[in-house]
Each structure stands twice: as structure tokens, then as C-alpha cells.
């Protein structure tokens, strides 16, 4: 290879990685494997194909680490060696996936055709802490190896940007580590590799929390493993003595560990007590389990003294995950705290493998069949047998063949149902932009919006302001919040569609002076075809239907009616209109109410309570009958501006003997007996009842609101001058 493509410290690195590649490989690769592979990195290097990226890393250095690295933590195999070792040549162009077949065969060129595939994710800006990045991940992956790959690949970047000038990169690259790779790693039971990238990734993103927990460390090292040593020993006297069967582990907790657990219990690194930790495994019978473990427990604390306040029994009450261990904390010798957990090699096997795995344990979000399947890759990476990747190759990836992995612009990450089209992504970003779109640009090209989305497209959604949901739209969606929206809009449509349809027969049948009676239009319908009201008034404000021929239609019906002697029942409009001439200075028909008059359907207003003497105007509601409201009421200058065709001119008949309500609000000085003041001015007007009243205080005033049944405005008026004169009282005024 050229010497000027490395420097001095690479070329020794270079050389140190490809010994320990060849001694570590010779069992599974070929001589000629071997040749072929360095013969086309060094033509690669020699045409110039291999230039370092843009941070400044040599990529030859960089995956040729992550292949001995493989070797070292996980498994010396021929075609995750090679694939890890020429991916950058097909990067760069340098060789094509015919090639790598045909000079390596379809396994190795499956392996690169999927670390090709995850590259594309990194230029998309990605959030990859969103869960929905590591699903698509292992979409675009197909292959686990081409994860471990990639968790590998991620330790060796991790270990060369200590100090990178380039701060934005170790930061980004830290976050994928802490947040994608660490727990793919746990997943897989790469403990090693996940330590490691959670502990470096706690050193680049805080890292004077990390050099204040490695120093102490380091600074006891020595200390701990010789205090471990003698902690254990008495404790292995004991057991031998009580003739138990067991394994003894201990463990320093790792950096990130060490932190987590800082931060949840507010202490420093002092008040851990489980900085390192005994874990005795035993080996029992299953009717012998709890009973050995509570002996172990027994013979710890009869030689230290357990801190009862930390006992943590999971044997007599398991974890709702299935987990069971026997957690004591005893103080050992210079009164140090050590903890010491006690299970069987069973109750072992369930926490690390089985259905209280470590990273439920640990409380990593865990899908059901994404957990089954990585239980099964991790077996077959922990039995270490010759043939593991082998196995793990036909372990097909498919947790995911039923969904699909879309971007926006911005890099948002969505999940989709596989067959969703860009409709159902408009609406999954939200309803208003589903409603208005007209199509999308995917991947920088125009499409329309029945396009079926492809794993990592990147879509942006096109939308008008004219563009509504059509009754076909229904046809391009399968995801339910988009065939929901989409009928929820064609129905709001109809109704407003029908609703203008109705104002339009209903100006006309004015105009031509014809009573519109909603059941002779019910009969009228069934005869035109129509299955609904509904139907009927889209159609007339759609123009389907000529509104001269329903007249005609209504006409017809009402003359069958008449004929078969069901004389139709009339709008309120029949009844109510008291006709005077011109003459007497009326020129216009107007209602008159009151006492005298018989056979009006009207009702009062509760919106502003008219009363007898008020100025009034009525109102043609939907159910037929009048409302009565004040002429200065405000919701009936909305009703006059809506719809003008229904207001009726209207005055009363004369003195209405019954009462009606009015509402009067008080204010005033709060002074003791002014209640009953107000009170007894009121029992004293004649034909005045007081119904309710609501007082208020708010420190030296107070409020009131009085329910009046008086008999007509002129003697409201006289109460409310009456109200006025009292000593306290600031103001009186009507209420709607």
C-alpha cells in the first residue's frame, strides 16, 4: 500500500491490525481469501479510492479496526471480515455488488448490499433517538450481522474522536452510540461492546463527570480488587464447608452505570453501595432452590452484618418480569458496604436470557417479537459454536416486512403501514395537511397522492388551499386516522352542501308564496328516488336536479294529499299573520301575540326575555314555531343577517295579564340590611314577584342579580327607579 496514504502512526496501527487479522482469521479464511482482499485494498488506496472523509478519517484504518474488533469481541468469520473490509471500495464506486459476488459469493455481497442500505439513512439528518429509527434500521439491515457490524463499526468511530476538533460530530456520533447502538448491543448480549459505548459516549457528552468517576476508580483499583479478594474468601470457606455447589462472580460497575445511579439517588460516588457487586450463582435442584438461596443468605450474613433496610427479596415475590435473586447489602471490612445477590444458575439464566432479560431488567423499552427474536440471536452468539454465524445468517429478519419507514424534509421519522400512500402520510402529519394535499415530492421527485411509500423515502407533502377530500380518496389509504378524517370530511361537506341546499328551496317556496312542509317533502322524496333528506338537498345545490321541477313535485304531492283527504299541516307562518291594509298605516303583514290572539305557535326568547311593552320581532325557527325577541336582543341581528327571508315583523295585542321573567343586576355599597331593603321595595310594587336573587361581596361593594315576573316594561321601570333610589344602591340596569 502507498506509504504516503498513511501516516506514521497508522502504518504502525496498520500493521499491528493486519497480524492480528491473519492469525486470528487463518481457522476460517483461505490464503488466497486473505491475498484477494489486500490485493484490492492496496489497487484501491494506489487509484486514490479511498480518501480519507470529510472529519479527517482513514477509512481503510477505520474498518479494518472494526473487522478485528469483530474478531476479537464477537467472532473471527471469513465473510463478516470481508464484507466489513471492502464496503468502502463499494462506497466509493470502486467495486460493484457484481463484482464482490462474483470474486466473494452472494453471502458477502448480501452483507455489503445491507451496510450500503443503512448508509443511506445517515444522510437524511435523522433523529435517530426516535424508537423509529432503530426499526428502521433493522429494516433497511435485513441482515443482524449487518447490525453488529455497525455496533462495531460505531466502537472503533467512538474510540478515534477523543478530541476530534470537530465538536458537532462527537456529538452526534455520541448520541447514536448512547441512544441506537448501546441497546442493539445489550439486545444482542454484547455487554462488553455496550459498556464501552456508554461509558465513551458519557465521556464526550459530559465529560467532567466522567474524569471525576474514572479518576476515583483508578485511584482504587488496586485497592478494590484486593478488598473483593478478601471480602470473598471467608464467604468461600463457608459455602465449601456447607457443601453447596456455586459460581462466584464480582463486577465493578462501569462508568455510565455508576453515574445512572448517582443521578436517581441524589448522592455521590461515596453513597453507592453497590460500586462493585458479589453475585453467588448456585447450582440446585428446583425443589431445592429457595432453600439453598436462603442458606447462602444465611452464611453472608452470619460472617458480615446485612443492612436489613436494603434486602431485596425477589425469590418469595418475583419481579412481574419473572426475575428472582436474593439482593443483601452487608458492610465488609474498613466498613465498606458490599452488595451480594444470591440466585440459581436457573433464576440466572431466566435475568440474563430469558423473560427478565437485562435490558427489561434494566427497563429498555421491549417489543414481543422483537424480543423474542433477539433472545434467539443472543443464544446463538453466546454458545460460541463454529457454525454460529451460520445459523444467525438463516435467522431471516422480517419483524418489520409489514410496515413501512418514512422521513420528512426535516428528518421527523414516521411508521406507516406497508401499502400507505402518500395520502396516509399527509394525514399522519397532521389532519389539516391530508385535507389539502395534492400530491408529494418523494425523494426530490413528483408523485401523486395514491404513490405507495417505500422504506426511507423522504416525502414532502404538496398541498392547495382548494384541494378537499374526495369521496375516492377513501380507495388510496389504508391507515384508519386517514379513512376516518377523509369520511369525516365528506360528511361535513354534505352537511354544509345540504344545509345550502335547504336555504335555497326554501327562498324559493317563499318567493312563490308555497308553505314548505317537511313531511309532504319526505313523501315527495321517495317518489324523485331519493333515499334521504340528505341526498335530495346536495343534489338541489349540486344543480342534479332543476328546483322548478320540485315544485312542481311538492305541488303535485300536496294536491295527492288533499285529494285523499289528509289535509297537510302548515308552517307557523299559516297561523300566526294578522293581515292590515295599508290604510291603517300597516302596509305589511305583522304578527300580533297576546291574550286575545288564538292559534299562534309562539314562544318568548329566553336569550333576552321580552316583555309586554318591549319593541319585538319574530323569528321563523326550524321546528315551525315563532321565536319572540327584543328588537335590540344581539342574537337577533346575527338571525336578520343570516337569514332575512325568516324575520317577521311583530307587536303585542295588548296588556297580557300573565307575568313574565326579567332579569335586573344591582350594585351597590355593602352595608348591613341592604337585602332587605331591596327585598321589601319589591313585595310592595304591585303585580311584581320576586323569584330568585344571586348576591355577590367583593369587599365594600356588592353585586346582585335579581329574577323579576313583572307584568309590562312601564312597571319594570318603575322598579328599577324605585331600586335606584335606595340609600347604597350605585346602579340598576335590565339584563338580556
Known amino acids: 500500500m ?83 473490509m471492502i464496503y468502502p471500495l463499494c462506497h466509493t464506486g470502486f467495486l460493484t455488488m457484481k463484482q464482490v459476488s462474483d470474486e466473494y459469493g452472494n453471502d458477502v455481497c448480501g452483507l455489503v448490499h445491507g451496510l450500503m442500505e443503512v448508509s443511506r439513512l445517515y444522510g437524511r439528518q435523522a433523529a435517530i433517538v426516535d424508537e423509529n429509527f432503530q426499526k428502521l434500521l433493522l429494516s433497511f439491515a435485513k441482515d443482524i450481522r449487518v447490525i453488529i457490524i455497525m455496533i462495531a463499526d460505531r466502537l472503533v468511530m467512538m474510540r478515534s474522536i477523543n478530541l476530534h476538533p470537530n465538536e458537532k460530530l462527537v456529538h452526534d456520533i455520541s448520541l447514536e452510540a448512547r441512544y441506537l447502538y448501546a441497546p442493539l448491543a445489550h439486545r444482542l448480549g454484547l455487554y462488553q461492546l455496550k459498556t464501552e459505548l456508554e461509558d465513551l459516549s458519557l465521556k464526550y457528552l459530559n465529560r467532567r463527570v466522567y474524569t471525576q468517576i474514572a479518576d476515583k476508580l483508578n485511584e482504587t483499583k488496586r485497592q478494590r480488587e484486593e478488598y473483593v479478594a478478601d471480602f470473598v474468601q471467608p464467604i468461600r470457606r463457608a459455602l465449601d464447608k456447607a457443601g453447596l455447589h456455586y459460581e462466584m462472580k464480582s463486577r465493578t460497575k462501569s462508568i455510565n452505570s455508576i453515574w445512572n445511579k448517582m443521578k436517581k439517588q441524589g448522592v455521590d460516588l461515596n453513597g453507592i453501595y453497590d460500586l462493585f457487586a458479589i453475585r453467588i450463582i448456585l447450582d440446585s435442584a428446583p425443589e431445592q432452590e429457595k432453600k439453598d438461596c436462603w442458606m447462602a443468605y444465611s452464611i453472608v450474613t452470619d460472617i458480615y452484618q446485612a443492612n436489613i433496610s436494603r434486602l431485596r427479596d425477589w425469590i418469595t415475590m418475583p419481579k412481574s418480569n419473572g426475575y428472582e435473586s436474593l439482593h443483601i447489602t452487608v458492610l465488609g471490612n474498613d466498613d465498606k458496604w458490599v452488595e451480594v445477590q444470591i440466585r440459581t444458575r436457573r433464576m440466572d439464566d431466566v435475568a440474563e436470557r430469558g423473560l427478565a432479560a437485562h435490558w427489561k431488567y434494566k427497563g429498555i423499552k421491549s417489543e414481543v417479537g422483537l424480543d423474542k427474536w433477539m433472545n434467539s440471536v443472543r443464544e446463538v452468539l453466546e454458545a460460541g ?40 402520510f399527509a394525514f399522519a402529519v397532521h389532519t389539516r395537511v391530508g385535507q389539502r394535499c395534492v400530491g408529494a415530492r418523494v425523494d426530490g421527485k413528483n408523485q401523486r397522492i395514491n404513490y405507495k411509500l417505500h422504506n426511507g423515502d423522504t416525502v414532502e407533502v404538496l398541498t392547495a388551499s382548494t384541494q378537499t377530500p374526495k369521496q375516492d380518496w377513501l380507495g388510496y389509504v389504508v391507515t384508519s386516522k386517514a379513512r376516518n378524517k377523509i369520511r369525516q370530511a365528506i360528511n361535513e361537506a354534505r352537511q354544509h352542501q345540504a344545509e345550502m341546499g335547504k336555504e335555497l328551496l326554501q327562498r324559493r317556496f317563499k318567493n312563490r308564496k308555497i308553505d314548505l312542509d317537511e313531511a309532504t317533502i319526505s313523501r315527495m322524496l321517495k317518489r324523485m328516488g331519493f333515499k334521504t333528506l340528505t341526498d335530495f338537498y346536495v343534489a338541489l345545490h349540486a344543480e342534479q336536479i332543476d328546483i322548478n321541477d320540485v315544485i312542481e313535485h311538492y305541488e303535485a304531492q300536496q294536491q295527492r294529499q288533499e285529494e285523499g283527504g289528509g289535509a297537510p299541516q302548515g308552517a307557523a307562518q299559516d297561523f300566526v299573520l294578522h293581515h292590515r291594509t295599508a290604510d291603517e298605516g300597516h302596509p305589511d303583514d305583522i304578527l300580533v301575540i297576546g291574550d286575545n290572539v288564538k292559534g299562534i305557535n309562539y314562544r318568548l326568547s329566553r336569550c333576552c326575555n321580552p316583555i309586554y311593552g318591549d319593541k319585538i320581532v319574530g323569528f321563523v325557527a326550524s321546528d315551525g314555531a315563532i321565536k319572540i325577541h327584543r328588537a335590540d336582543c ?45 327585598t321589601s321595595v319589591i313585595n310592595k310594587l304591585g303585580d311584581t314577584q320576586l323569584r330568585n336573587i344571586s348576591i355577590q361581596s367583593n369587599g365594600a361593594t356588592f353585586e346582585g342579580f335579581l329574577v323579576i315576573g313583572i307584568s309590562s316594561t312601564a312597571l319594570l321601570d318603575e322598579l328599577i327607579m324605585k331600586l335606584q333610589n335606595l340609600r347604597g344602591v350605585r346602579l340598576v340596569e335590565r339584563k338580556m
Open 2 to 84: 502507498e506509504n504516503t496514504y498513511f501516516s506514521s502512526d497508522e502504518r504502525r496501527l496498520m500493521n499491528h491490525i493486519t497480524r492480528e487479522l491473519l492469525t486470528r482469521l487463518e481457522p476460517v479464511m483461505t490464503h488466497d481469501d486473505m491475498r484477494r482482499v489486500f490485493n484490492t485494498i492496496s489497487a484501491a488506496v494506489a487509484g486514490g479510492h479511498l480518501d480519507r472523509d470529510v472529519n479527517g478519517i482513514n477509512p481503510l484504518v477505520r474498518h479494518a479496526s472494526t473487522a478485528l474488533l469483530l474478531c476479537q469481541s464477537v467472532v473471527a468469520d471469513r465473510n463478516l471480515t470481508i464484507a466489513t
Open 385 to 424: 459454536s463454529d457454525s454460529q454465524m451460520e445459523l444467525i445468517r438463516n435467522m431471516h429478519m422480517d419483524l418489520y416486512d409489514k410496515e413501512v419507514f418514512v422521513f420528512t424534509p426535516r428528518g421527523d421519522l414516521f411508521q406507516l403501514p406497508q401499502g400507505a400512500s402518500v395520502l396516509d
Open 634 to 678: 344581539g342574537n337577533l341581528r346575527h338571525l336578520r343577517s343570516r337569514y332575512p327571508y325568516r324575520i317577521i315583523r311583530s307587536e303585542w295585542s295588548g296588556k297580557i295579564g300573565t307575568q313574565f321573567a326579567a332579569t335586573l343586576r344591582v350594585v351597590g355599597k355593602d352595608d348591613i340590611g341592604i337585602v332587605s331593603n331591596i
